[in-house]
């Protein structure tokens, strides 16, 4: 979709989905069609169906407190146009870009995720030092892992302070099985 349908369906009556974000009292309510966001996302379709789905007074109510509403925007704009937020993020810092991978990993937005492959390298510095500042408080003795290795080290090796990694395989197989 173009930036013109964005604001087609943005100003329509249509939307059947509310979704407030945030916490008090930065709290946002946004309105969004539930055909949209189940095809862009698997979270919304398991969230939409009727397993999940909280109805009230004809809307799909859903409540996403851990997302800041300015980050949620900018992944709503990204679901009704493809428009790669990081592209279009002027205004965003490192903070910015890590709430929006963060947003977009809860919300099963895999082909966003997949886009950081086409970061500058200024924006990977970014994150990096941003990143750097939440390592330490991160568990991975707690994960598995497969799971450190495909959702951790694989995707942002580029970004791991130097040796990290080793370390982190050292813990988890030993160093003797490195």
């Given at each position: ?5 964005f ?7 249509e ?14 309510e ?16 398991a969230a939409l169906?009727?397993r ?10 859903i409540?996403?407190?851990n997302?800041l ?5 900018i992944?709503l704009?990204y ?11 002027d205004k ?12 977009a990993?809860?919300?099963?937005l895999?082909?966003?995720i997949q886009n950081?492959?086409?970061w500058t390298?200024?924006?990977f510095?970014i ?7 939440y390592?330490?408080?991160i568990?991975?003795?707690?994960m ?6 495909t959702k951790?080290?694989?995707p942002?090796?580029c970004?791991l302070?130097?040796g990290?990694?080793e370390?982190?395989?050292e813990?988890f197989?030993?160093?003797s099985?490195?």
């Amino acid at each position: 979709m173009n930036n013109g349908k964005f604001d087609e369906f943005r100003d329509s009556s249509e939307y059947n989905v509310k979704i407030i974000v945030g916490t008090e009292p930065n709290v946002k309510e946004f309105k969004a069609h539930s055909i949209i966001l189940q095809e862009r996302s698997e979270y919304f379709q398991a969230a939409l169906s009727i397993r999940w789905a909280r109805e009230q007074d004809g809307f799909f109510i859903i409540k996403k407190p851990n997302i800041l509403p300015k980050i949620f925007e900018i992944i709503l704009n990204y679901i009704y146009t493809g428009i790669d937020p990081m592209d279009n993020c002027d205004k965003c810092d490192g903070e910015d870009s890590l709430d929006i991978l963060k947003a977009a990993d809860e919300l099963e937005l895999y082909s966003l995720i997949q886009n950081v492959s086409r970061w500058t390298e200024q924006e990977f510095e970014i994150l990096k030092v941003t990143i750097s500042q939440y390592i330490p408080f991160i568990r991975f003795g707690l994960m598995l892992p497969y799971d450190y290795e495909t959702k951790v080290r694989d995707p942002f090796m580029c970004i791991l302070p130097e040796g990290f990694d080793e370390r982190i395989m050292e813990y988890f197989y030993g160093s003797s099985n490195l």
